[in-house]
Nanobody, 117 residues
Framework: QEQPVESGGDLVQAGGSLRLSCVAS????????MGWVRQAPGKQRELVAS???????NYADSVKGRFTISRDNAKNTVNLQMNSLKPEDTAVYYC???????????GGQGTQVTVSS
C-alpha cells in the first residue's frame, strides 16, 4: 500500500497544540525526504515543514518556532508537533514525499486541523 495515513487533526482553540502523525509505506519513507503540506480553503498548498533522511529540517516562515517535524525511521512515521496554534493554521494537512524533484502525497486523505479564535 503506497497511500500514507495521516492522523491527529482536531478542533482546538488558538494557542493550543496538536501532534500530527503519518505512517507511510516503507518504500516511500526510507528513500525520501518527507514533509507536511497544508491546504486551506481557497488557498494554494503550502509546504510547512520537511525533514531529510538524515534528519535535517526546514520550516516555512509562518510556522518557525511553533512547529517541529520529526521522523521515526524504524516505524516509517513522520510527525508534526504544532504549538501555539493560530486560526490561520486551519487547513487540511497532508503527508508528502519529495520524489523526482516534486512533492507528492500519494493520494493520502490528509487530516483536518481547525483552530478557533
Amino acid at each position: 500500500q503506497e497511500q500514507p495515513v495521516e492522523s491527529g487533526g482536531d478542533l482546538v482553540q488558538a494557542g493550543g497544540s496538536l501532534r500530527l502523525s503519518c505512517v507511510a509505506s516503507r518504500t516511500i519513507f526510507r528513500a525520501n525526504t518527507m514533509g507536511w503540506v497544508r491546504q486551506a480553503p481557497g488557498k494554494q498548498r503550502e509546504l510547512v515543514a520537511s525533514i531529510t533522511l538524515s534528519g535535517g529540517t526546514n520550516y516555512a516562515d509562518s510556522v518557525k518556532g511553533r512547529f517541529t517535524i520529526s521522523r521515526d525511521n524504524a516505524k516509517n512515521t513522520v510527525n508534526l508537533q504544532m504549538n501555539s496554534l493560530k486560526p490561520e493554521d486551519t487547513a487540511v494537512y497532508y503527508c508528502n514525499a519529495y520524489v523526482g524533484g516534486r512533492w507528492t502525497d500519494y493520494g493520502g486523505q490528509g487530516t483536518q486541523v481547525t483552530v478557533s479564535s
